[in-house]
């Protein structure tokens, strides 16, 4: 199965920016979509942002207009570019992918620490 490494995350003051990125070890091509999730202390993972095989996006409304999310297929990365920081967005971010008929998930990486703070 695909593995998944996250990095590119850090610490940031309000406004600031960071580019994530998830680097997998297949294929990114074969995946019916990728997405960028996050969850932060005491509240369940929430999606943030959806890139389909086709490249159509769509973001949560908390991250919409601020956060980008791209890929790479000759790298097989995934990028989320989070501009406009707020400490709202403090989490853990990870990636997954979809794949198959049924939009099945695959496993979860380590993820990797945003931090957003004065």
């Known amino acids: 199965q695909v593995q998944l490494v996250e990095s590119g995350g850090g610490l940031v003051q309000p406004g600031g920016s960071l580019r994530l990125s998830c680097a997998a070890s297949?294929?990114?091509?074969?995946?019916?979509?990728m997405r960028w999730y996050r969850q932060a202390p005491g509240k369940e993972r929430e999606l943030v942002a959806t890139?389909?095989?086709?490249?159509?996006?769509n973001y949560a409304d908390s991250v919409k207009g601020r956060f980008t999310i791209s890929r790479d297929t000759v790298k097989n990365t995934l990028y989320l570019q989070m501009n406009s920081l707020k400490t709202e967005d403090t989490a853990v971010y990870y990636c997954?992918?979809?794949?198959?008929?049924?939009?099945?998930?695959?496993?979860w990486g380590q993820g990797t620490q945003v931090t957003v703070s004065s």
């Open positions: 997954n992918t979809l794949s198959g008929r049924w939009g099945l998930m695959g496993p």
């Open positions: 890139i389909t095989s086709t490249g159509t996006t």
């Open positions: 297949g294929d990114i091509s074969s995946f019916n979509a």
